[in-house]
């Protein structure tokens, strides 16, 4: 029996698959591909979170079911970690809730709060939850851009203006994957006072908020005033503390959508498993020197690659934040567009990235390279490229006889 899934037939084919199948059969061909695909620390977890973590699994008591919102203690110490670094006051019981990750925050508050055919702003490009979460819940995505200038603003009018209904929400990324761009609390400022104008909510991503290079931790747009009247914002444990398989987050701020979902996760989940809400609480009260030795670590791999890709002869904007690369494709392959492009570095460079595309139409011009290798490897994926493009002639010329074989 074949029946067509109305969720389903919303969601166009990922678009990573392509490239991801590809290096699965370099790989299994004994091929060295070095993969800066997929935003995925390297890292272990600093050693002092998984002690915690296997103290507290030696306790049966914490093999029972735990709370979907997060348990006091882990909740207590978000709202501290929120005092501390943006000087922004919490009430742990009905501003602040553990989830899974910030995707699966993202993605439960959109089914919570989204009815068929409410329109969302979101930037293009930008994370691919940030719109197939609304998406999924039946939502309209309207695209804005992602350049935090005065031009964001003109859009998000016009957009506003032409929007049937009015927009319920406008979804917000900075330090932003996978551009890497970074906002001022200026920014923040007039953001909030537009969407508290029109009445839009204001859901804001800072999962990136602790990788930053240029020694200006990016705000949080709860330091505006009044913005939780409008705004929640969502960030992750696995960047920061290097934690990603952990699978734990939190949203924090307004408590109308904090306790929307609140009520959703109830019916889905019973929370992470509570050994690991116990290491996270470890991890934001305890001992912040293996934050700032991860953001070296990424700001020296930034440092390497921009430097490396250069002498290779491809030219790449130094991202302020985030742990990737958002890089123009080379002039000669332009026209290729970034799905080709991609797949050309992995079959002649050894060399895996993300096609711009797969985060919206407006980044196919780019490529985007995780932070994930160390420095001695991205130093060998530049030599690669650079002999890739000194043949680059000859590369696009194969190229192009393939693709006219495979269109006959």
């Known amino acids: 029996m074949e029946q067509q899934f109305h969720r389903i037939k919303r969601l166009p084919p990922y678009v990573f698959n392509e490239v991801n199948d590809m290096k699965a059969k370099a790989r299994a061909a004994g091929e060295d591909i070095i993969d800066f695909g ?34 006091t203690g882990l909740r207590k ?48 490009p930008s994370y691919p939850i940030h719109q197939f979460g609304f998406i999924i819940a039946d939502g309209a995505v309207r695209n804005v851009p992602v350049v935090p200038d005065q031009d964001f603003f003109k859009a998000v009018e016009s957009a506003i203006m032409h929007s049937v209904p009015k927009p319920k929400a406008l979804v917000l990324n900075y330090p932003n994957n996978p551009t890497g761009y970074t906002c001022s609390l200026d920014f923040y400022e007039q953001a909030v006072d537009f969407c508290r104008h029109h009445e839009i909510w204001i859901l804001s991503d800072i999962a990136y908020s602790e990788l930053y290079f240029d020694g200006v931790p990016p705000p949080s747009i709860l330091q505006v005033p009044r913005a939780k009247e409008i705004a929640v914002e969502f960030s992750s444990m696995s960047k920061t503390y290097s934690m990603p398989g952990w699978r734990i987050g939190f949203a924090a701020g307004n408590k ?53 890709m250069q002498q290779a002869g491809w030219d790449i904007p130094a991202p302020p934040a985030t742990m990737f690369a958002w890089a123009p494709l080379p002039p000669a392959f332009r026209h290729l567009g970034s799905n080709e492009f991609a797949k050309l570095l992995l079959t002649e460079a050894q060399v895996a990235v993300s096609p711009g595309v797969a985060f919206g139409e407006h980044g196919d011009g780019f490529v985007r390279i995780g932070l994930v290798e160390n420095r001695q490897r991205i130093r060998q994926a530049a030599r690669n490229v650079k002999a890739f493009l000194s043949r680059y002639d000859k590369v696009l010329e194969e190229s192009e006889r393939r693709r006219a074989v495979a269109g006959e």
Do not use: W
Not at 97 to 115: D, Q
Not at 299 to 304: E, V, Y
């Open 38 to 71: 997929m935003g995925n620390p390297d890292q272990p977890t600093p050693p002092h979170i998984v002690a915690k973590l296997v103290e507290t699994i030696a306790d049966p008591r914490s093999h029972r079911y735990s709370a979907s919102r997060g348990i």
């Open 77 to 124: 110490a978000l709202a501290g970690y929120y005092q501390r670094r943006f000087n922004v006051d919490l009430d742990p019981n009905s501003e602040v809730i553990a989830t899974l990750g910030s995707k699966e925050g993202l993605a439960n508050l959109a089914s919570a709060i989204t009815s068929p055919g409410d329109v969302i702003l979101v930037p293009n």
């Open 256 to 308: 109308q959508l904090i306790s929307a979902l609140q009520r959703i996760k109830s019916y889905l989940d019973y929370g992470a498993f509570t050994p690991i809400q116990v290491a996270a609480t470890a991890a934001l009260n305890g001992p912040q020197d293996c934050v700032e030795e991860i953001r070296q670590l990424y700001k020296g791999r930034r440092d390497t690659l921009i430097e490396s």
